[in-house]
C-alpha cells in the first residue's frame, strides 16, 4: 500500500470560534476512524509558535529555512490501496476541517 499525505496550510482554515471547535472535534473522528480502519500512519498540526530550524551536516543551527519551505497547519499520513481512496479519506478531512486539503503521494521505500 502506498502512503499519502493529507495537509492543509493554516491560512486555509477561515473557522472561528464555535465552528473551530466543531472542526477539531469532526477532524478528530475522522483520524478516529482512519485508526480502526488500520490506515493510520501519523497526524498532527504544525507547532508554529516554535519557529523552524535549519540544521546542517556539522549539526550546526541556523533560524534562516529554504525559501519557501514554511510550514503551518495540519496533516494527516495514511496508508492506502489507491489515490481514488485517498481522495475519499481527503474529502472527509476536508469537510471536517472546513477547508480543502492537499494531497500527495509519497515515493515507495521498502524500508518504510
Do not use: H
Not at 500500500?1 to 496550510?9: C, D
Amino acid at each position: 500500500m502506498t502512503k499519502y499525505l493529507i495537509s492543509f496550510p493554516a491560512e486555509a482554515m477561515v473557522a472561528t470560534g464555535e465552528q473551530l471547535v466543531a472542526a477539531g472535534i469532526d477532524s478528530r473522528a475522522v483520524i478516529e476512524e482512519a485508526k480502526a480502519a488500520g490506515i493510520y500512519v501519523f497526524a498532527g498540526g504544525i507547532n508554529e509558535p516554535v519557529a523552524p530550524v535549519l540544521v546542517a551536516e556539522d549539526g550546526s543551527v541556523s533560524g534562516e529555512i529554504y525559501p519557501g519551505s514554511r510550514l503551518t497547519g495540519g496533516f494527516a499520513v495514511l496508508e492506502l490501496p489507491s489515490r481514488e481512496e485517498a481522495v475519499t479519506w481527503a474529502a472527509k478531512l476536508a469537510q471536517a476541517c472546513r477547508c480543502a486539503q492537499e494531497l500527495r503521494e509519497f515515493m515507495y521505500d521498502p524500508a518504510s
